[in-house]
């Protein structure tokens, strides 16, 4: 299982080098546009999926991240200085975030964090001086690496990957390590995690703070590719889009936000011109799923597995006692 | 200081409309443990309702109550068995997921399917002015608060005075040892999905004349629905009625005397302090955690 499941990565790693080979200018954009997502929304997947924190709030720090580099380099910043500051930024927030989250949770957090992202877009929107209101920010330029500019798209492209699976790896050793149970424990059961001596406190902040500097890494790579920003991406609705993009993959699974960013940006991308039955379709889905598969697309291969356990198990059973029937 | 009661009376207007959506909201909440996320889509779905009505030829007063027929069954029957039944075991998340995408569904298939334009909504008020005291207001927003307010205690007389109320509230607190006692479970929830409805259907006809039927006119409506609900208190059916009036009133207030831009932060702001120093809200009971 294991060995397959490498396999399909590789593959799929081959497939993303490759393939903007054959595709166009926009179709090169659009997976771009994929990968900032899947950064974003693995910083949610922490969040959320590993941690048990319903934040509803994170095109928020998305919004910031993209806001801090835009506004950065039009003050004459460097880009290499711009995101590690928006990944900072957004920690320190992310953090002070997490502090409701020690006080409430599930519901409550959940509307307290879309109450944050409302607050955030409003100052993004009114506050012309720093922002360009609903102007924006336009003509945000695209960085160089050593001299090699990222201008084109197909640079940049590149330039994303390497960033999503530098951040990718860094997440995964994250999760492996004793940091990666503690978030868990805290999701399955916080009052046990704590008696077993989890610093649950520390821990909820910092799965607040972590899944920021996500979003803001991936704001900061937004901004500099769809190079005009302002503030209606970074709105209440991106961010329930977020969170469900983020459940339909499956929470808590490593390549949930692949597939969720997928379904959430990808395919609506292309098939824009129905984007309203488009978005019909999604809520449906999304409805009919937590029906039929709540765990999200990436349990569909555990479910076959435990069903196929269990039938083994009851054909054992069932032979366990003909055996015991011929015996008497 | 008649600036001040003008914009004060116009907020309990718009308050006592939140207070609807919120005392559907909490009552949901009470009885099955559900958190409407389609809250406000569930007021949109209804104003395009009577405007089809209305445009059939039928009076208003009529299209309402044809409205609130097509509502029950379809906002409260359909929803409670086609979402919140098969979702109940499985907790709250699950169920607040399932109403986002039903609110997504709802505001994207009415404009796909429907019109993204907004619509002029006929008034159940004629258009006409008081002076009470110095003070302005407009009949219709008199009469705005005034039904809302008789909605609101006609909900809750029915809840503490009748025995299918007390049932339903017998429900809402242990639905086992009602059960126990004979309640018919099952009926009373959907009693409560049947109360959500029109109470839906009412906000709308008291929202639309003012704000236009608008595919995406739920999306605000029912956040201000939800902080209405969670500052007066969750488990309190009283509390949504004072969230409701105190976000519509500081939302006047501020937007007149702090900043326009900034009125949609006043729900927020007054919903994190509340759930930072009394997270059961204003009027709302503890509830203890479980392990």
Known sequence: MKKSALGLGLLALLVLLVAPQFLKNYGIYLLTYWLVFIIATMGLNLTVGYAGQKSLGHAAFFGIGAYTVAILLKAGVSFWLGLPAAALICFVVGIILGFPALRVQTIYLAFATLGFNTAVWLVMRNEEWLTGGTFGINNIARPSVFGASLDGNLAYYYFTLVMALLLAALLWGLLRGPWGKAFTALRDNPIRAESLGVDTRAYTLLSFAIGAAYAGVAGGLFASLVQYIEPGPFAVGSSIMMYLMVVVGGPGYFFGPVLGAAVGVLLPEWLRFAQAWYLFVFGVVVVLMMIWLPDGLLSIPDRIRARKQSRLASETRAKAAQAAGAKA | ?291
């Open chain 2, 1 to 291: 200081m008649t600036d001040f009661l003008q914009l004060f009376f116009s907020g309990m207007a718009t308050g006592s409309i939140y207070a609807l959506a919120a005392l559907g909201f909490t009552l949901l909440w009470q009885a099955s443990g559900t958190i409407n996320f389609a809250q406000g889509e569930f007021v949109m779905l209804p104003a395009f309702i009577m405007i089809a009505f209305v445009s059939a030829g039928l009076p208003l007063l009529a299209a309402f109550l044809a409205a609130c027929l097509v509502a029950v069954f379809l906002l409260g029957w359909v929803f409670k068995r086609g979402v919140v039944d098969p979702l109940f075991k499985y907790g709250m998340m699950p169920i607040v997921v399932a109403t986002i995408g039903l609110s997504i569904a709802m505001r994207n298939g009415m404009r796909a399917g429907y019109s993204a334009e907004a619509y002029p909504f006929p008034s159940l008020f004629p258009y006409e002015l008081f002076k009470v005291a110095g003070v302005t207001v407009t009949l219709s927003d008199v009469g705005t608060f005034a039904v809302a307010l008789v909605l609101v205690l006609a909900t809750q007389a029915f809840l503490a005075r009748t025995v299918t109320g007390r049932a339903m509230q017998a429900v809402a607190q242990n639905s086992e040892s009602a059960s126990v006692l004979g309640i018919n479970v099952p009926r009373m929830i959907f009693y409560t999905f049947a109360i959500n409805a029109v109470l839906a259907v009412s906000a709308a006809l008291l929202v639309a004349p003012t704000y236009l039927a608008k595919f995406d006119m739920g999306e605000s409506l029912g956040t201000k629905a939800f902080f209405a609900a969670i500052i007066g208190g969750f488990n309190n059916s009283r509390g949504a009625l004072l969230g409701g009036l105190i976000v519509g009133v500081s939302e006047n207030l501020a937007a007149a005397y702090i900043s326009p831009s900034y009125k949609d932060a006043v729900a927020l702001v007054i919903f994190m302090v509340v759930i930072l120093f009394k997270p059961q809200g204003l009027l709302g009971r503890k509830e203890e955690r479980k392990v």
